[in-house]
């Protein structure tokens, strides 16, 4: 039964888990309905995709993408403003566009890259260069020196080409080039203050950052760093994005496009982050973030902000115990697609075949699983890209921690409650167990009297019939014990008038005939008679006692006077024993009955004569230990047996083999002791000395 009822929380866990996954079953088609609702708005609607439509091959390097950039940039020369400098490109030998016999490998080299802030396009390219050669203050070249070419088309699909040369450090002029001719020779057309920029020397080399308006650009443009070594001397290298010199050769530029992240912004959909990428993957527009995308369920939860003092109590002190076992959903996990211009997934390439798919994955620290849909964009029956949207897991994991958080509460009041009742059910069982066993204990005395009766249990239980059984019990014994106890006088009476009758027969028969009182059975006769009455004597003598106790009136004397006139007596009636006594000084005064003290002393003085080995004295002391009259009685002879130690006191115990001279013994001299001890509230003792030489017996009375 046990192991049944704590199968049935475990089985609450197990349930628990397995709607985790039918969850995550349904967010993956919840998902896979957003993507699909997002990609029918932008179906049909060539205008957004007409600037990607005509790309044969995206490749890295030559194609750029304009990184979104959150803050503005200051175009001062200096670089610390760019916060993705991550996604920086390094153009090296392997970009080179033209090279002349004088120029070294790896002389020439720039880092790049380009991001996109309101309507401008910014750009910085990072150079080494060992030898920077400025344009001279009244040259009218300006391809004798180290500068930056710059081509692209218009939105109209007009092909412009700019170039860069300055005499020194600080604002920059762009010079426009004619379309037709080559760098080498020409003549600068005219400055386009458009486009602005800022020049700055470092220990490397330099650094540029450009802002080109938008409304210049269309999807193409590229860029070429050229070397010159020398003051007028002719160009070493020039290293590029691509060919500047034709619009056929120039690379792309994707900008993310306005007007499609003002459609998935538009429609609302926060719980997922959407991603839409043109067919060779890269990101057309971003919408959400993807810590804050949970999904649906994630409202549910942090709709549920119940009050009162449980739920404070639960969050209190619950919960840290709860999540002991449980993991909290983190918000601090790794994005590694947090701003990337490409994105990759099996989900995605199947999605530009034109099919929908999903993918699960973890977050590169474990922190996180995120599930992906993607879902294509189609015009005129052509894939031109994909909807992609992502949300965590974590709002179903906060929906099953929720549900265990439940269960964990429900199942700890469940045992709370269990073990309460349990505990009062324990504690009545036990109370009603422990009133038995005091009425039990009350019922019968240390010496197996019976002092009183068992009030029966009206309970239909095991324990209301242990209770009546016990009265039962008791009330036999009590009826039994009655029986014994008159058992002695009834018999003491009875028989004394045979004795008396057989007394006055002998009697007679002695008088009538001389020779037959001297015969030896008539001897025998008489002494027997003689044993009897000694018997019903001492047999009446104990019921006597403990009636005449009943009635006795206690007062105040001195125990030292009273003890001291009986051993004057028992020197004198055992003149044979050595009896040595010590008596305190000093009045002790108790409140009893001195006749009953003496009583006392004969039984235990007659016990130590009658135990002590001949020629060995008696020793009687009498002294006040603190509020206590101690009064001992030690001989030298047989000690006690252990096993007798606890029933000495009993009635009708003794450890005599036979009486001397062949008076009968009862076992009652040490009875009637304890009776007169427990009168006078005292305490009665008999153990053999530490040095096993005999026994001493110790009388403890409150003075």
Known sequence: MSLFLFAI??????????????????????????????????????????????????????DLYAYPIVDPIRLDGRLNDWRQQQHALTYDDNYLIEQSPAYQPGSLSFSHMVGKYRDYLYAYFEVQDAEVIYRPQNS????????????????????????????????????????????????????????????????????????????????????????????GGEPVATIGT????????????????????QIIRGLGHT???????????????????????????????????????????????????????LTRPPKDFIDQFYDVAQLEGSHIEQALTGEAGSDWRLTPDNKAVVLAAAYPIFIEDEVMGAVIAEETTNGIRSLRNLALEKLFTLMLAIMLLGTLGLFLLASRISSRIRRLRDQSEQAIDEQGRLRGSIEPSHASDEIGDLSRSFADMVQRLGQY???????????????????????????????????AAKSVYMQRAQDGLNRLSAILTNMSEATRLEQSLQSAERQPFDLAEVVTGCMQGYQLAYAGCDLQVSIAHQPLEIEGAPELIAQLLDKLVANAVEFATPGAPVLVSLARVQRQAVLEITNQG??????????????????????????????????????????????????????????????????
Request: charge should be negative.
């Open 9 to 62: 929380p475990w089985l609450g866990y197990e349930y628990v888990w397995e709607m985790e996954k039918y969850l995550r079953a349904g967010q993956e088609r919840t998902l896979l309905g957003t993507v699909r609702a997002v990609a029918t708005a932008l179906h049909e609607r060539p205008r957004l995709f007409d600037a990607q439509a005509s790309y044969l091959s995206v490749e890295k390097g030559r």
């Open 140 to 231: 009218l070249r300006i391809d004798r020196n180290d500068h930056l070419q710059i081509a692209f088309t218009t939105p109209a699909g007009d092909f412009r080409r700019y170039l860069i040369a300055t005499t020194g450090p600080g604002w920059l002029t762009p010079y426009e080039l004619d379309t037709g001719e080559s760098v080498s020779g020409i003549r600068p057309l005219s400055p386009e203050p458009r486009i602005q920029g800022s020049w700055a020397q470092t220990r490397q080399g330099y650094t540029i950052e450009l802002r080109i308006p938008l409304e210049l650009l269309g999807s193409k443009l590229s860029f070429a760093i050229t070397d010159v070594d020398k003051i």
């Open 242 to 261: 691509s060919d500047v010199g034709d619009a056929d050769t120039l690379g792309t530029v994707l900008v993310p496009s306005p007007e499609i992240e």
């Open 271 to 325: 719980d997922s982050r959407i991603w839409v990428v043109d067919r060779y993957q890269r990101v057309l527009a971003r919408s959400g973030d993807i810590r804050n995308s949970d999904g649906i369920w994630s409202r549910n939860v942090s709709g549920e902000d119940e009050q009162g003092w449980f739920a404070r109590f639960e969050h209190k002190w619950l919960h840290p115990l709860y999540y002991k076992v």
């Open 481 to 515: 014990h009655h029986y014994l106890e008159n058992m002695s006088s009834r018999l003491s009476h009875e028989l004394r008038t045979p004795v008396a009758v057989v007394r006055s027969s002998l009697e007679t028969l002695s008088m009538e005939d001389e020779g």
């Open 638 to 703: 047989p000690l006690l047996p252990e096993e007798m130690a606890g029933r000495l006191f009993d009635s009708m115990v003794s450890v005599r083999a036979g009486g001397k001279g062949g008076q009968p013994h009862l076992g009652l001299g040490l009875y009637i002791a304890r009776l007169i001890v427990q009168f006078h509230q005292g305490q009665i003792t008999l153990h053999n000395q530490s040095d096993r030489s005999g026994v001493c017996v110790r009388v403890s009375l409150p003075i």
